[in-house]
């Protein structure tokens, strides 16, 4: 399976400077290449194809005196821009096609030098390479110094340079790995995941948001409130928005993190892990914590779901077909819906008194059993996974900076 390895990278004043090259000529094409299709659109003549699209935002663009600065950069860089673009449309028509699963994806977006992501992506093609003195060297650009926390375990096939909001630089290589099965344990476990707890899983235990995690939290929504209150154009201003941006990097890592070793342990200890489909509609709190908590879910699923694949371990969703907070997991009966105020509630028709998290946990682990029977009369694996790949550009949120 592919995995992304990321590491921080530090690129010197001069290697700075032309990696915001690189990003601005991927971004010019990106922009020039969705134009082109717009307007073509809008004119009511055929869908560019790929190959037309290159010729024109790239190599006869790179002849024209307001374009011909794109030679300055590698042109893999340029081609991966459009890629990237040509990906985002795959998307967006397969979706509203009905063929893509899950949320529904929009028409790709013009990219901003406001843009809080900037990324280039090289492949091999680029010839970038890991040099003997544990550099990373790119075109264009020069030898990068690397801060390696673990060994990439096989050759990259790409390299992606990301400029996070809080100005830091990152190198992420998309690598094959090969799975890893460990020893079959007999352990299952089902996790409901909610509000109060980031997870509780069928066996009781309640697993929380870690303290530091909150403390981080709270001083990024402080620093928010700070920043709507300067004036727009500001130094301080834009000092608050540094500010806030840095945050919101340490708050993103320590829940990837606490993602990591959560979703490692679970799937060490259990040979099959179930987790109920993700649908917060009907959920307290807030727009905002919703979607803080729905992104931090997404990526807490992903990650069990690749390193299930990779370890040899089941995994799989539960779908919401039943309320698994209103049936009792002792006999089954529904006993009907109950206010989210409702922790504690005694089943009326077998009197046994229920955490209601814990309840709907043994549930998930119920369904998950049932299917994973149903499939085919015995116990089922999922097939290999494609690793998470959140590529260069093609998403807003601020960049990862571990896979394990
Ligand atoms: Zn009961």
Redesign the pocket.
Known sequence: MQLRYNFRVYPTPGQRQALAKAFGCARTVFNDALRAREAARAAGLPYLSDAELSKLVITQAKRTPDRAWLAEVSAVVLQQALADLNTAYRNFFASAMGRRKGRKVAAPKFRSRKDSRQAVRFTRNARFQVTAGRRLRLPKVGDLRVRWSRALPSEPSSVTVIRDAAGRYFASFVVEATDTPLPETTGEVGIDLGLTHFAVLSDGRKIADPRILRRAERRLRKAQRVLSRKQRGSANRAKARARVAKLHARVADTRRDHAHKLSTMLIRDNQAVYVEDLNVAGLGGTRLAKSVHDAAWAQFTAMLEYKAARYGRTFAKIGRFEPTSQI?S??G?KDGPKPLNVRIWT?G??G?IHDRDVNAAKNVLAAGRADSLNACGAQVRPGSVPAPRGEAGTRSKPAPTGVR
């Open positions: 009792c002792v006999c009966v089943c028709a077998c046994t």
